[in-house]
């Protein structure tokens, strides 16, 4: 049993019957009446996310998980196939357990969440940024601009990413995995 002073992103947690994982949290200290965690949960079941707040000191049960690096391989529909860069095994993992599918690409590393009780995949943690090439995106047009202006762009993944006007297609750009937003353009 853990209590609230353990809470911290990534923690996995059994609520409500069902485990969750704890995507952002915030630790509130009113004026007056006691301090509690705001919290964001994420089911590694379904997918969806709820909002839950813990009063200060309630116990929460977390559960045993170990982190074992895969590599993704290709996507079947809705399916997709990991193979362990240790022991070479192969799992499938369906869409709604991943965060970011649209930027997964083929030969990616990714660090995968699994239940040390059952050896469930609970989830898949994404690198904090992907280099990918642009595919696909308007021409941007010279002196169009008033302040910071973006455009659609397609990635090789088939995602599709807000991006400045000087990026053109067949450009590498570094994209961060949390938010689905562009960083920055690569030169090779």
Same mark, same amino acid.
Do not use: W
């Given at each position: 049993?853990?209590?609230?002073?353990?809470?911290?992103?990534?923690?996995?947690?059994?609520?409500?019957?069902?485990?969750?994982?704890?995507?952002?949290?915030?630790?509130?200290?009113?004026?007056?009446?006691?301090?509690?965690?705001?919290?964001?949960?994420?089911? %590694?079941?379904?997918?969806?996310?709820?909002?839950?707040?813990?009063?200060?000191?309630?116990?929460?049960?977390?559960?045993?998980?170990?982190?074992?690096?895969?590599?993704?391989?290709?996507?079947?529909?809705?399916?997709?196939?990991?193979?362990?860069? *240790?022991?070479?095994?192969?799992?499938?993992?369906?869409?709604?357990?991943?965060?970011?599918?649209?930027?997964?690409? *083929?030969?990616?590393?990714?660090?995968? =969440?699994?239940?040390?009780?059952?050896?469930?995949?609970?989830?898949?943690?994404?690198?904090?940024?992907?280099?990918?090439?642009?595919?696909?995106?308007?021409?941007? %047009?010279?002196?169009?601009?008033?302040?910071?202006?973006?455009?659609?762009?397609? %990635?090789?993944?088939?995602?599709?990413?807000? %991006?400045?006007?000087?990026?053109?297609?067949?450009?590498? =750009?570094?994209?961060?995995?949390?938010?689905?937003?562009?960083?920055?353009? =690569?030169?090779?």
């Amino acid at each position: 049993m853990a209590s609230t002073s353990d809470i911290r992103n990534g923690l996995c947690i059994k609520y409500n019957h069902d485990i969750y994982k704890i995507i952002e949290f915030l630790h509130v200290k009113p004026g007056k009446g006691p301090a509690f965690v705001r919290t964001k949960l994420k089911s %590694v079941t379904t997918g969806k996310v709820i909002d839950n707040t813990f009063s200060a000191g309630h116990k929460i049960e977390d559960v045993r998980v170990e982190t074992h690096k895969f590599q993704f391989l290709y996507a079947e529909g809705d399916t997709y196939h990991f193979m362990n860069t *240790e022991d070479y095994n192969q799992i499938t993992l369906e869409k709604s357990t991943l965060d970011a599918p649209g930027l997964l690409k *083929e030969g990616e590393v990714v660090t995968v =969440i699994i239940n040390s009780e059952d050896q469930m995949p609970l989830s898949v943690e994404m690198p904090a940024s992907v280099i990918l090439e642009v595919t696909a995106t308007e021409p941007g %047009v010279k002196g169009n601009t008033a302040t910071n202006a973006t455009k659609p762009a397609t %990635v090789e993944t088939g995602a599709e990413v807000m %991006v400045p006007l000087f990026i053109n297609e067949g450009d590498k =750009i570094k994209v961060e995995t949390e938010k689905g937003t562009y960083k920055e353009r =690569i030169k090779e």
